[in-house]
């Protein structure tokens, strides 16, 4: 601050006329101070947000689980939005040591459980630095499942909330959204329903701190159709359904540390991101962790059926 008081100082002294000079010496040196100004504010602008994508490695049947093709593809969207730049890494886990290096947020869909590239290595340590930090966190569809004994406790700090084994469950259904909060990443959202594979009954903070329900539905009866199983059925998601209990499948959270969360349990199939609303609410949600500026209507985005088989991972012909 010293340095540029002292330039501005001296530039201001070398410009200025003397008193003689009048209304036109003054007029000269405050335009130079505002064009000082100007350039000032403009070169010390933050740099832009950095996005990082962690695409998880090939998984499931053609069109289902396109973690590489779907993190491209939303790449691709937010690319043309001026301050964003954004890098996919395919197959897991970076093995570039400086990948993380100024990401403001980091988004990761991948398959979970035990296989979480979250939870392999000391991957847990490095996004928990990167989290101290203040960087932002999304987890989309299986990447919202840690296991219990590693990796739970973290995401719910993280990003709010996160599948549970043996209590949420994994349905394939019709997500009815009628409503959304006052929120940024809700922004432009217009009511849509959309079937998915979408997770319920999650396991989220006590009392929902600082946790905002961005999607929520009342899932059918039908989503009980299954036998008890880690994924499929329990005694109390089952009477969570028989009451027809509002369930959370997309939220946002913000930690103590300033960073911020989004769970999103949809986007088992590909095709859907070729949904509007579908895609402006994870779009809308990938600037907000990054405390980039939603705009008013959301992420204007355009996706064409030639876009959306565009890098599909190499799975054979969809059935």
Same mark, same amino acid.
């Given at each position: 601050?010293k340095?540029?008081?002292?330039?501005?100082?001296?530039?201001?002294?070398?410009?200025?006329?003397?008193?003689?000079?009048?209304? =036109?010496?003054?007029?000269?040196?405050?335009?130079?101070?505002?064009?000082?100004?100007?350039?000032?504010?403009?070169?010390?602008?933050?740099a832009?947000?950095?996005?990082?994508?962690?695409?998880? &490695?090939?998984?499931?049947?053609? *069109?289902?689980?396109?973690? =590489?093709?779907?993190?491209?593809?939303?790449?691709?969207c937010?690319?043309k939005?001026?301050?964003?730049?954004?890098?996919?890494?395919?197959?897991?886990?970076?093995?570039?040591?400086?990948?993380?290096?100024?990401?403001?947020?980091?988004?990761?869909?991948?398959?979970?459980?035990?296989?979480?590239?979250?939870?392999?290595?000391?991957?847990l340590?490095?996004?928990?630095?990167?989290?101290?930090?203040?960087? *932002?966190?999304?987890?989309i569809?299986?990447?919202?499942?840690?296991?219990?004994?590693?990796? @739970?406790?973290?995401?719910?700090?993280?990003?709010?909330g996160?599948?549970?084994?043996?209590?949420?469950v994994?349905?394939?259904?019709?997500?009815?959204f009628?409503?959304?909060?006052?929120?940024?990443?809700?922004?432009?959202?217009?009511?849509?329903?959309? &079937?998915?594979?979408?997770?319920?009954?999650?396991?989220?903070?006590d009392?929902?701190?600082a946790v905002?329900?961005?999607?929520?539905?009342?899932?059918?009866?039908?989503?009980m159709? &299954?036998?008890?199983?880690?994924?499929?059925?329990n005694?109390?998601?089952?009477?969570?359904?028989?009451?027809?209990?509002?369930?959370?499948?997309?939220?946002?959270?913000?930690?103590?540390?300033?960073? =911020?969360?989004?769970?999103?349990?949809?986007?088992?199939?590909?095709?859907?991101?070729?949904?509007d609303?579908? &895609?402006?609410?994870?779009?809308?949600?990938?600037?907000?962790?990054?405390?980039?500026?939603?705009?008013?209507?959301?992420?204007?985005?355009?996706?064409?059926?030639? @876009?959306l088989?565009?890098?599909?991972?190499?799975?054979?012909?969809?059935?």
């Open positions: 601050m340095k540029s008081q002292s330039l501005s100082a001296k530039a201001i002294g070398y410009f200025s006329l003397s008193p003689s000079d009048g209304m =036109r010496g003054r007029s000269l040196t405050l335009l130079f101070v505002f064009l000082f100004a100007l350039v000032a504010s403009l070169s010390s602008q933050a832009d947000k950095k996005i990082v994508f962690i695409a998880g &490695r090939p998984s499931h049947g053609p *069109g289902e689980h396109e973690h =590489r093709a779907g993190c491209l593809l939303l790449k691709s937010l690319d939005i001026q301050g964003v730049t954004s890098v996919v890494y395919s197959n897991g886990w970076p093995n570039d040591p400086k990948a993380f290096e100024g990401a403001d947020t980091i988004v990761i869909y991948a398959d979970g459980g035990g296989g979480h590239p979250a939870l392999q290595d000391d991957h340590q490095q996004l928990d630095s990167l989290m101290k930090k203040g960087v *932002g966190l999304a987890c569809h299986y990447a919202t499942e840690p296991t219990i004994e590693k990796g @739970e406790k973290e995401f719910i700090d993280w990003i709010g996160c599948f549970e084994i043996n209590r949420s994994n349905p394939h259904w019709n997500g009815d009628k409503s959304f909060p006052k929120h940024p990443i809700a922004n432009g959202v217009k009511p849509f329903s959309i &079937r998915d594979e979408w997770y319920f009954y999650m396991r989220f903070r009392g929902m701190k905002t329900p961005i999607l929520s539905a009342i899932p059918p009866e039908s989503t159709s &299954r036998p008890d199983g880690p994924h499929e059925g005694p109390d998601v089952r009477e969570a359904v028989k009451r027809g209990e509002l369930q959370h499948v997309a939220w946002a959270s913000e930690r103590a540390d300033g960073g =911020r969360g989004f769970g999103f349990s949809g986007a088992h199939f590909h095709k859907n991101w070729g949904d609303n579908f &895609r402006k609410i994870v779009l809308n949600a990938i600037l907000w962790t990054a405390k980039a500026e939603v705009p008013t209507d959301g992420v204007q985005s355009t996706v064409t059926k030639e @876009e088989e565009q890098n599909l991972d190499p799975k054979g012909r969809k059935k």
